[in-house]
């Protein structure tokens, strides 16, 4: 965990650099800025995220890295799992940001405001479907303890031990949880009974394969 922790934190080093100074770090600038130990060690979680497509290099060139995919107009975002009951949400705290990060998806820069601290949890089952988030999508969210009335959030639902999805909406001295599917029922807790861990500000979907006859 140590050695992936150290290889997230230079990246988003250098997505956050780009962002902001429109060229590259050099090997020397992320070696300081993080207090890594030496530049081999740099040198060693740059080819492995060349190799897992993360960024590219242009050899001999001191500033020669780019981030992959859609280029400067993509984030990569931590998936930190799916969003199905009886299981928590690990959301990352400042401390823990880097920590908890197993898998990342590339999110384009424009779905993001600026600075936002978001993380993806990919749907399980059809709750929301009549909202356009099916069974299988991700959903990325803004990490964040509150929402307005109506947003679709990723709740914890303390007394029962569960995870959900569903629109939020605030009612005299109770929240009503709104799946987007008729056949199934809105669930109603206690103020004190429920963590808002995220509102969602995308979804991601993958194309079905259309058969070839089709």
């Known amino acids: ?117 978001a993380f993806a949890l990919r749907v399980e089952g059809k709750s929301m479907i009549d909202a356009f988030v099916d069974d299988g999508d991700i959903v990325v969210l803004e990490a964040t303890p509150a929402a307005e009335n109506g947003q679709m959030v990723a709740a914890w639902l303390t007394d029962r031990q569960e995870a959900t999805l569903k629109k939020i909406y605030y009612e005299p001295k109770r929240i009503r949880l709104q799946p987007a599917n008729e056949s199934m029922e809105p669930i109603y807790v206690d103020p004190d009974k429920i963590e808002v861990q995220g509102r969602v500000i995308a979804v991601l979907r993958k194309l079905k394969e259309t058969p070839d006859n089709v």
Request: glycine share 8%.
């Open 1 to 117: 965990m140590k050695v992936y922790t150290t290889r997230w934190r230079i990246f988003e080093f250098i997505r956050k650099f780009v962002e902001e100074k429109d060229y590259a770090p050099t090997q020397g600038e992320i070696q300081k800025a993080l207090g890594i130990s030496s530049g081999s060690v740099v040198d060693y979680h740059l080819k492995a995220l060349e190799g897992e497509g993360l960024i590219t290099r242009e050899p001999e060139v001191s500033r020669g890295i780019h981030i992959s995919g859609i280029g400067r107009k993509a984030r990569a975002v931590p998936l930190l799992g799916p969003i199905a009951a009886g299981q928590p949400i690990p959301v990352p705290t400042e401390e823990t940001w880097y920590t908890v990060v197993h898998e990342t998806v590339e999110v384009p820069a424009e779905m993001l405001p600026r600075q936002v601290k």
